[in-house]
Nanobody
């Protein structure tokens, strides 16, 4: 059983930065592709960024490309999401997810394990 725990959310002004972390436990982290998703109030969960098991392949939603960076440290069993130039429309609960695969899935139902989420609020 995989456990994922996100941290690093909070309240930030527009233009600011946050770094989210997701710590994984329960199985070999380096075998999992990892995804970041977000769910704004009243909306569906959407893909933000993903990274392959070895960190060589990444994918981003168009709305965050150039502002967000996903990375991982397999020695620490942790995936990160560096968020820069934040906008009020980035306000959401952010989730990390894990899938044992060599590709980087972008659909929520492709992932097997989820964290509990961390709130990110960007004020204007």
């Amino acid at each position: 059983q995989v456990q994922l725990v996100e941290s690093g959310g909070g309240l930030v002004q527009a233009g600011g930065s946050l770094r989210l972390s997701c710590a994984s436990s329960g199985r070999t982290f380096s075998g999992d592709a990892m995804g970041w998703f977000r769910q704004p109030p009243g909306k569906e969960r959407e893909f933000v960024a993903g990274i392959s098991w070895n960190g060589r392949n990444t994918d981003y939603a168009g709305s965050v490309k150039g502002r967000f960076t996903v990375s991982r440290d397999n020695a620490k069993n942790t995936v990160y999401l560096q968020m820069n130039s934040l906008k009020p429309e980035d306000t959401a609960v952010y989730f990390c997810a894990a899938k044992r695969t060599v590709v980087v899935p972008t659909r929520p139902n492709s992932y097997d394990y989820w964290g509990q989420g961390t709130q990110v609020t960007v004020s204007s």
